[in-house]
């Protein structure tokens, strides 16, 4: 049992006996004045049930810190004391009828939305882009063979494509997904004990041999086509300059991190009662969320980078083909390639995660203090602050929004984070815009074009957008009515109720 229900319990036992009004504090001891009218019990009695219960009242202890509960201007919030691992101190509030402890945000469950695993996600994005890459050797490379006078019965003239480049780009498109099935098959066969042993082997080995490969296909290409080869290794460089020497990347579109703890590729989310615990765990969600989208950026544009520009790099001088059509195709390769890995990077559950985290972080908004100065606390990092609390940080006044705040005032990182993920589906509706734009451009050039191998590529395209239009809409639709009604109980009267009744004690149990 957590700390925080410990609390809820004892309140309600203290709640039963009386109503508490104005408390002082005075020689560590609480005084305490009774105001209900069916009660004559007297102070010292209350005194002496209220010093038995400190003992069941906070039992929370994590690196040796305890809670203490503090006052500041009538708005009640616990502080943490690292300094003393055995003693617990229980403090009411002077009045203002705000409870002694933290308002802890309601969390909804969230629903059980299917969502494929990373072989298959992997294995999509592989066919999505190889048969976009074929769609664009189609461009360039097409036949008049219906013609009659026409030397050939094919509809492609196969003898000018490399096979060399071709096997390049399979290959080096096809890297993740051949080491995720190469981690199902170890997942089957390893056992525990040797397991992680195994990966670690595979993935030095699977590496070496990657670039093994395509270092013997570059080779192989040099003396045909000399320097353009130089273009296949540039994407190399910004992969240095993004990920540095980190093999997984290469490997892997989702890389755990070693400091967060992961369920089925999402991280998890525990909610602490300590401040400075949850302000480390949203950096390492920030880490995570950077990590995913710094993946999606770089894998589609390096897919349509390898897909549909470098078959027009290679392709002979004396070939014509339509560089409209052909740019075209590139750019709508990158826009469905990055809804694609965007999807694949957050699903709605990841992103459930990060908006259960930033209603523990909160959000401070800056004051302008012209007309009038409202009363004001110094700002303090072990501190939990209720919604509307004022306070001063760097010579600034801040006021405090959520249902706790545990945000450094004026940090841009936290102030990002909660914009962010406060209401997830206000990214999802973003990309449902994106993507039905795309759809929607794409149909109406497909009812303009008259060309085969057009007609062709473009009905690829869209049937391809098709299926990523309705994962994101689905996402949209499933977030926006679980958030709005998670903000609608959240700024209910009953959500920020007083301890004396246990159905609010019920309603913050997150």
Same mark, same amino acid.
């Given at each position: ?106 969390? #909804?469950?969230?629903?059980? $939305? ?5 072989? %298959?996600?992997? &294995?999509?994005? !592989? @066919?999505?882009? /190889? ?57 089957? #066969?390893?056992?525990?004990? $040797? ?5 670690? %082997?595979?993935? &030095?080995?699977? !590496? @070496?041999?990657? /670039? ?72 390492? &969600? ?225």
């Amino acid at each position: 049992m957590s700390a925080y229900r410990r609390i809820n319990r004892s309140a309600r036992s203290l709640a039963q006996q009386s109503t508490f009004g104005n408390g002082n504090n005075s020689n560590n001891t609480s005084e305490l004045s009774i105001n209900s009218p069916s009660s004559n019990t007297s102070t010292t009695n209350l005194n002496d049930s209220l010093n038995n219960s400190n003992k069941s009242l906070i039992q929370y202890d994590t690196n040796g810190s305890t809670d203490l509960l503090a006052t500041n201007k009538g708005h009640t919030a616990i502080k943490y004391d690292e300094n003393q691992s055995n003693k617990c101190e229980h403090e009411l509030s002077n009045g203002n009828g705000f409870t002694s402890y933290p308002l802890q945000p309601k969390h #909804i469950r969230f629903p059980d $939305v299917p969502y494929s695993s990373e072989l %298959v996600n992997e &294995l999509m994005i !592989f @066919i999505y882009t /190889i048969i976009a890459t074929a769609m664009q050797f189609l461009h360039l490379y097409r036949t008049v063979w219906w013609i009659p006078e026409s030397n050939t019965n094919q509809t492609m003239n196969f003898y000018l494509i490399d096979g060399h480049l071709t096997l390049f780009i399979v290959i080096l498109l096809g890297r993740r997904f051949m080491y995720c099935f190469l981690l199902g098959i170890l997942e089957m #066969i390893c056992p525990k004990q $040797v397991y992680q042993i195994a990966v670690k %082997v595979a993935r &030095l080995t699977f !590496f @070496i041999g990657i /670039i093994s490969v395509l270092g013997y296909l570059c080779y192989q290409m040099f003396p045909k086509q000399r320097y353009i080869v130089i273009y296949l290794c540039y994407p190399m460089i910004v992969y240095l300059i993004t990920f540095g020497t980190q093999i997984e990347p290469f490997l892997r579109t989702i890389f755990e991190t070693e400091s967060s703890t992961y369920f089925n590729g999402i991280p998890s989310h525990s909610c602490s009662t300590n401040p400075t615990v949850i302000r480390a765990e949203i950096d390492l &969600l920030r880490t995570d969320y950077n990590n995913r989208f710094k993946q999606v950026v770089f894998t589609s544009l390096l897919n349509a980078y390898y897909g549909a520009f470098i078959p027009c790099c290679f392709a002979q001088s004396f070939l014509y083909y339509d560089l409209y059509w052909a740019t075209q195709h590139l750019g709508f390769l990158v826009l469905g390639g990055f809804t694609m890995c965007t999807m694949f990077c957050f699903p709605a559950n990841y992103c459930d995660v990060m908006h259960m985290a930033s209603l523990h972080l909160g959000k401070w908004t800056r004051v302008e203090t012209r007309s009038y100065s409202p009363p004001a606390v110094a700002w303090q990092k072990l501190v939990f602050y209720p919604p509307g609390q004022f306070v001063k940080h760097s010579g600034e006044l801040f006021k405090s929004y959520g249902a706790v705040t545990t945000a450094i005032p004026a940090n841009g990182v936290h102030i990002r984070f909660y914009m962010f993920f406060q209401n997830p589906s206000n990214i999802y509706l973003i990309l449902s815009i994106v993507q039905s734009v795309i759809v929607i451009l794409q149909v109406v050039i497909l009812f303009m074009v008259v060309e085969w191998h057009n007609i062709i590529s473009l009905s690829y395209l869209v049937l391809a957008n098709y299926h990523t239009l309705f994962k994101i809409v689905r996402d949209f639709f499933v977030t926006h009515r679980m958030y709005s009604s998670s903000s609608a109980s959240s700024t209910s009267p009953s959500t920020i109720s007083s301890p004396s009744s246990p159905s609010s004690a019920k309603s913050h149990r997150s």
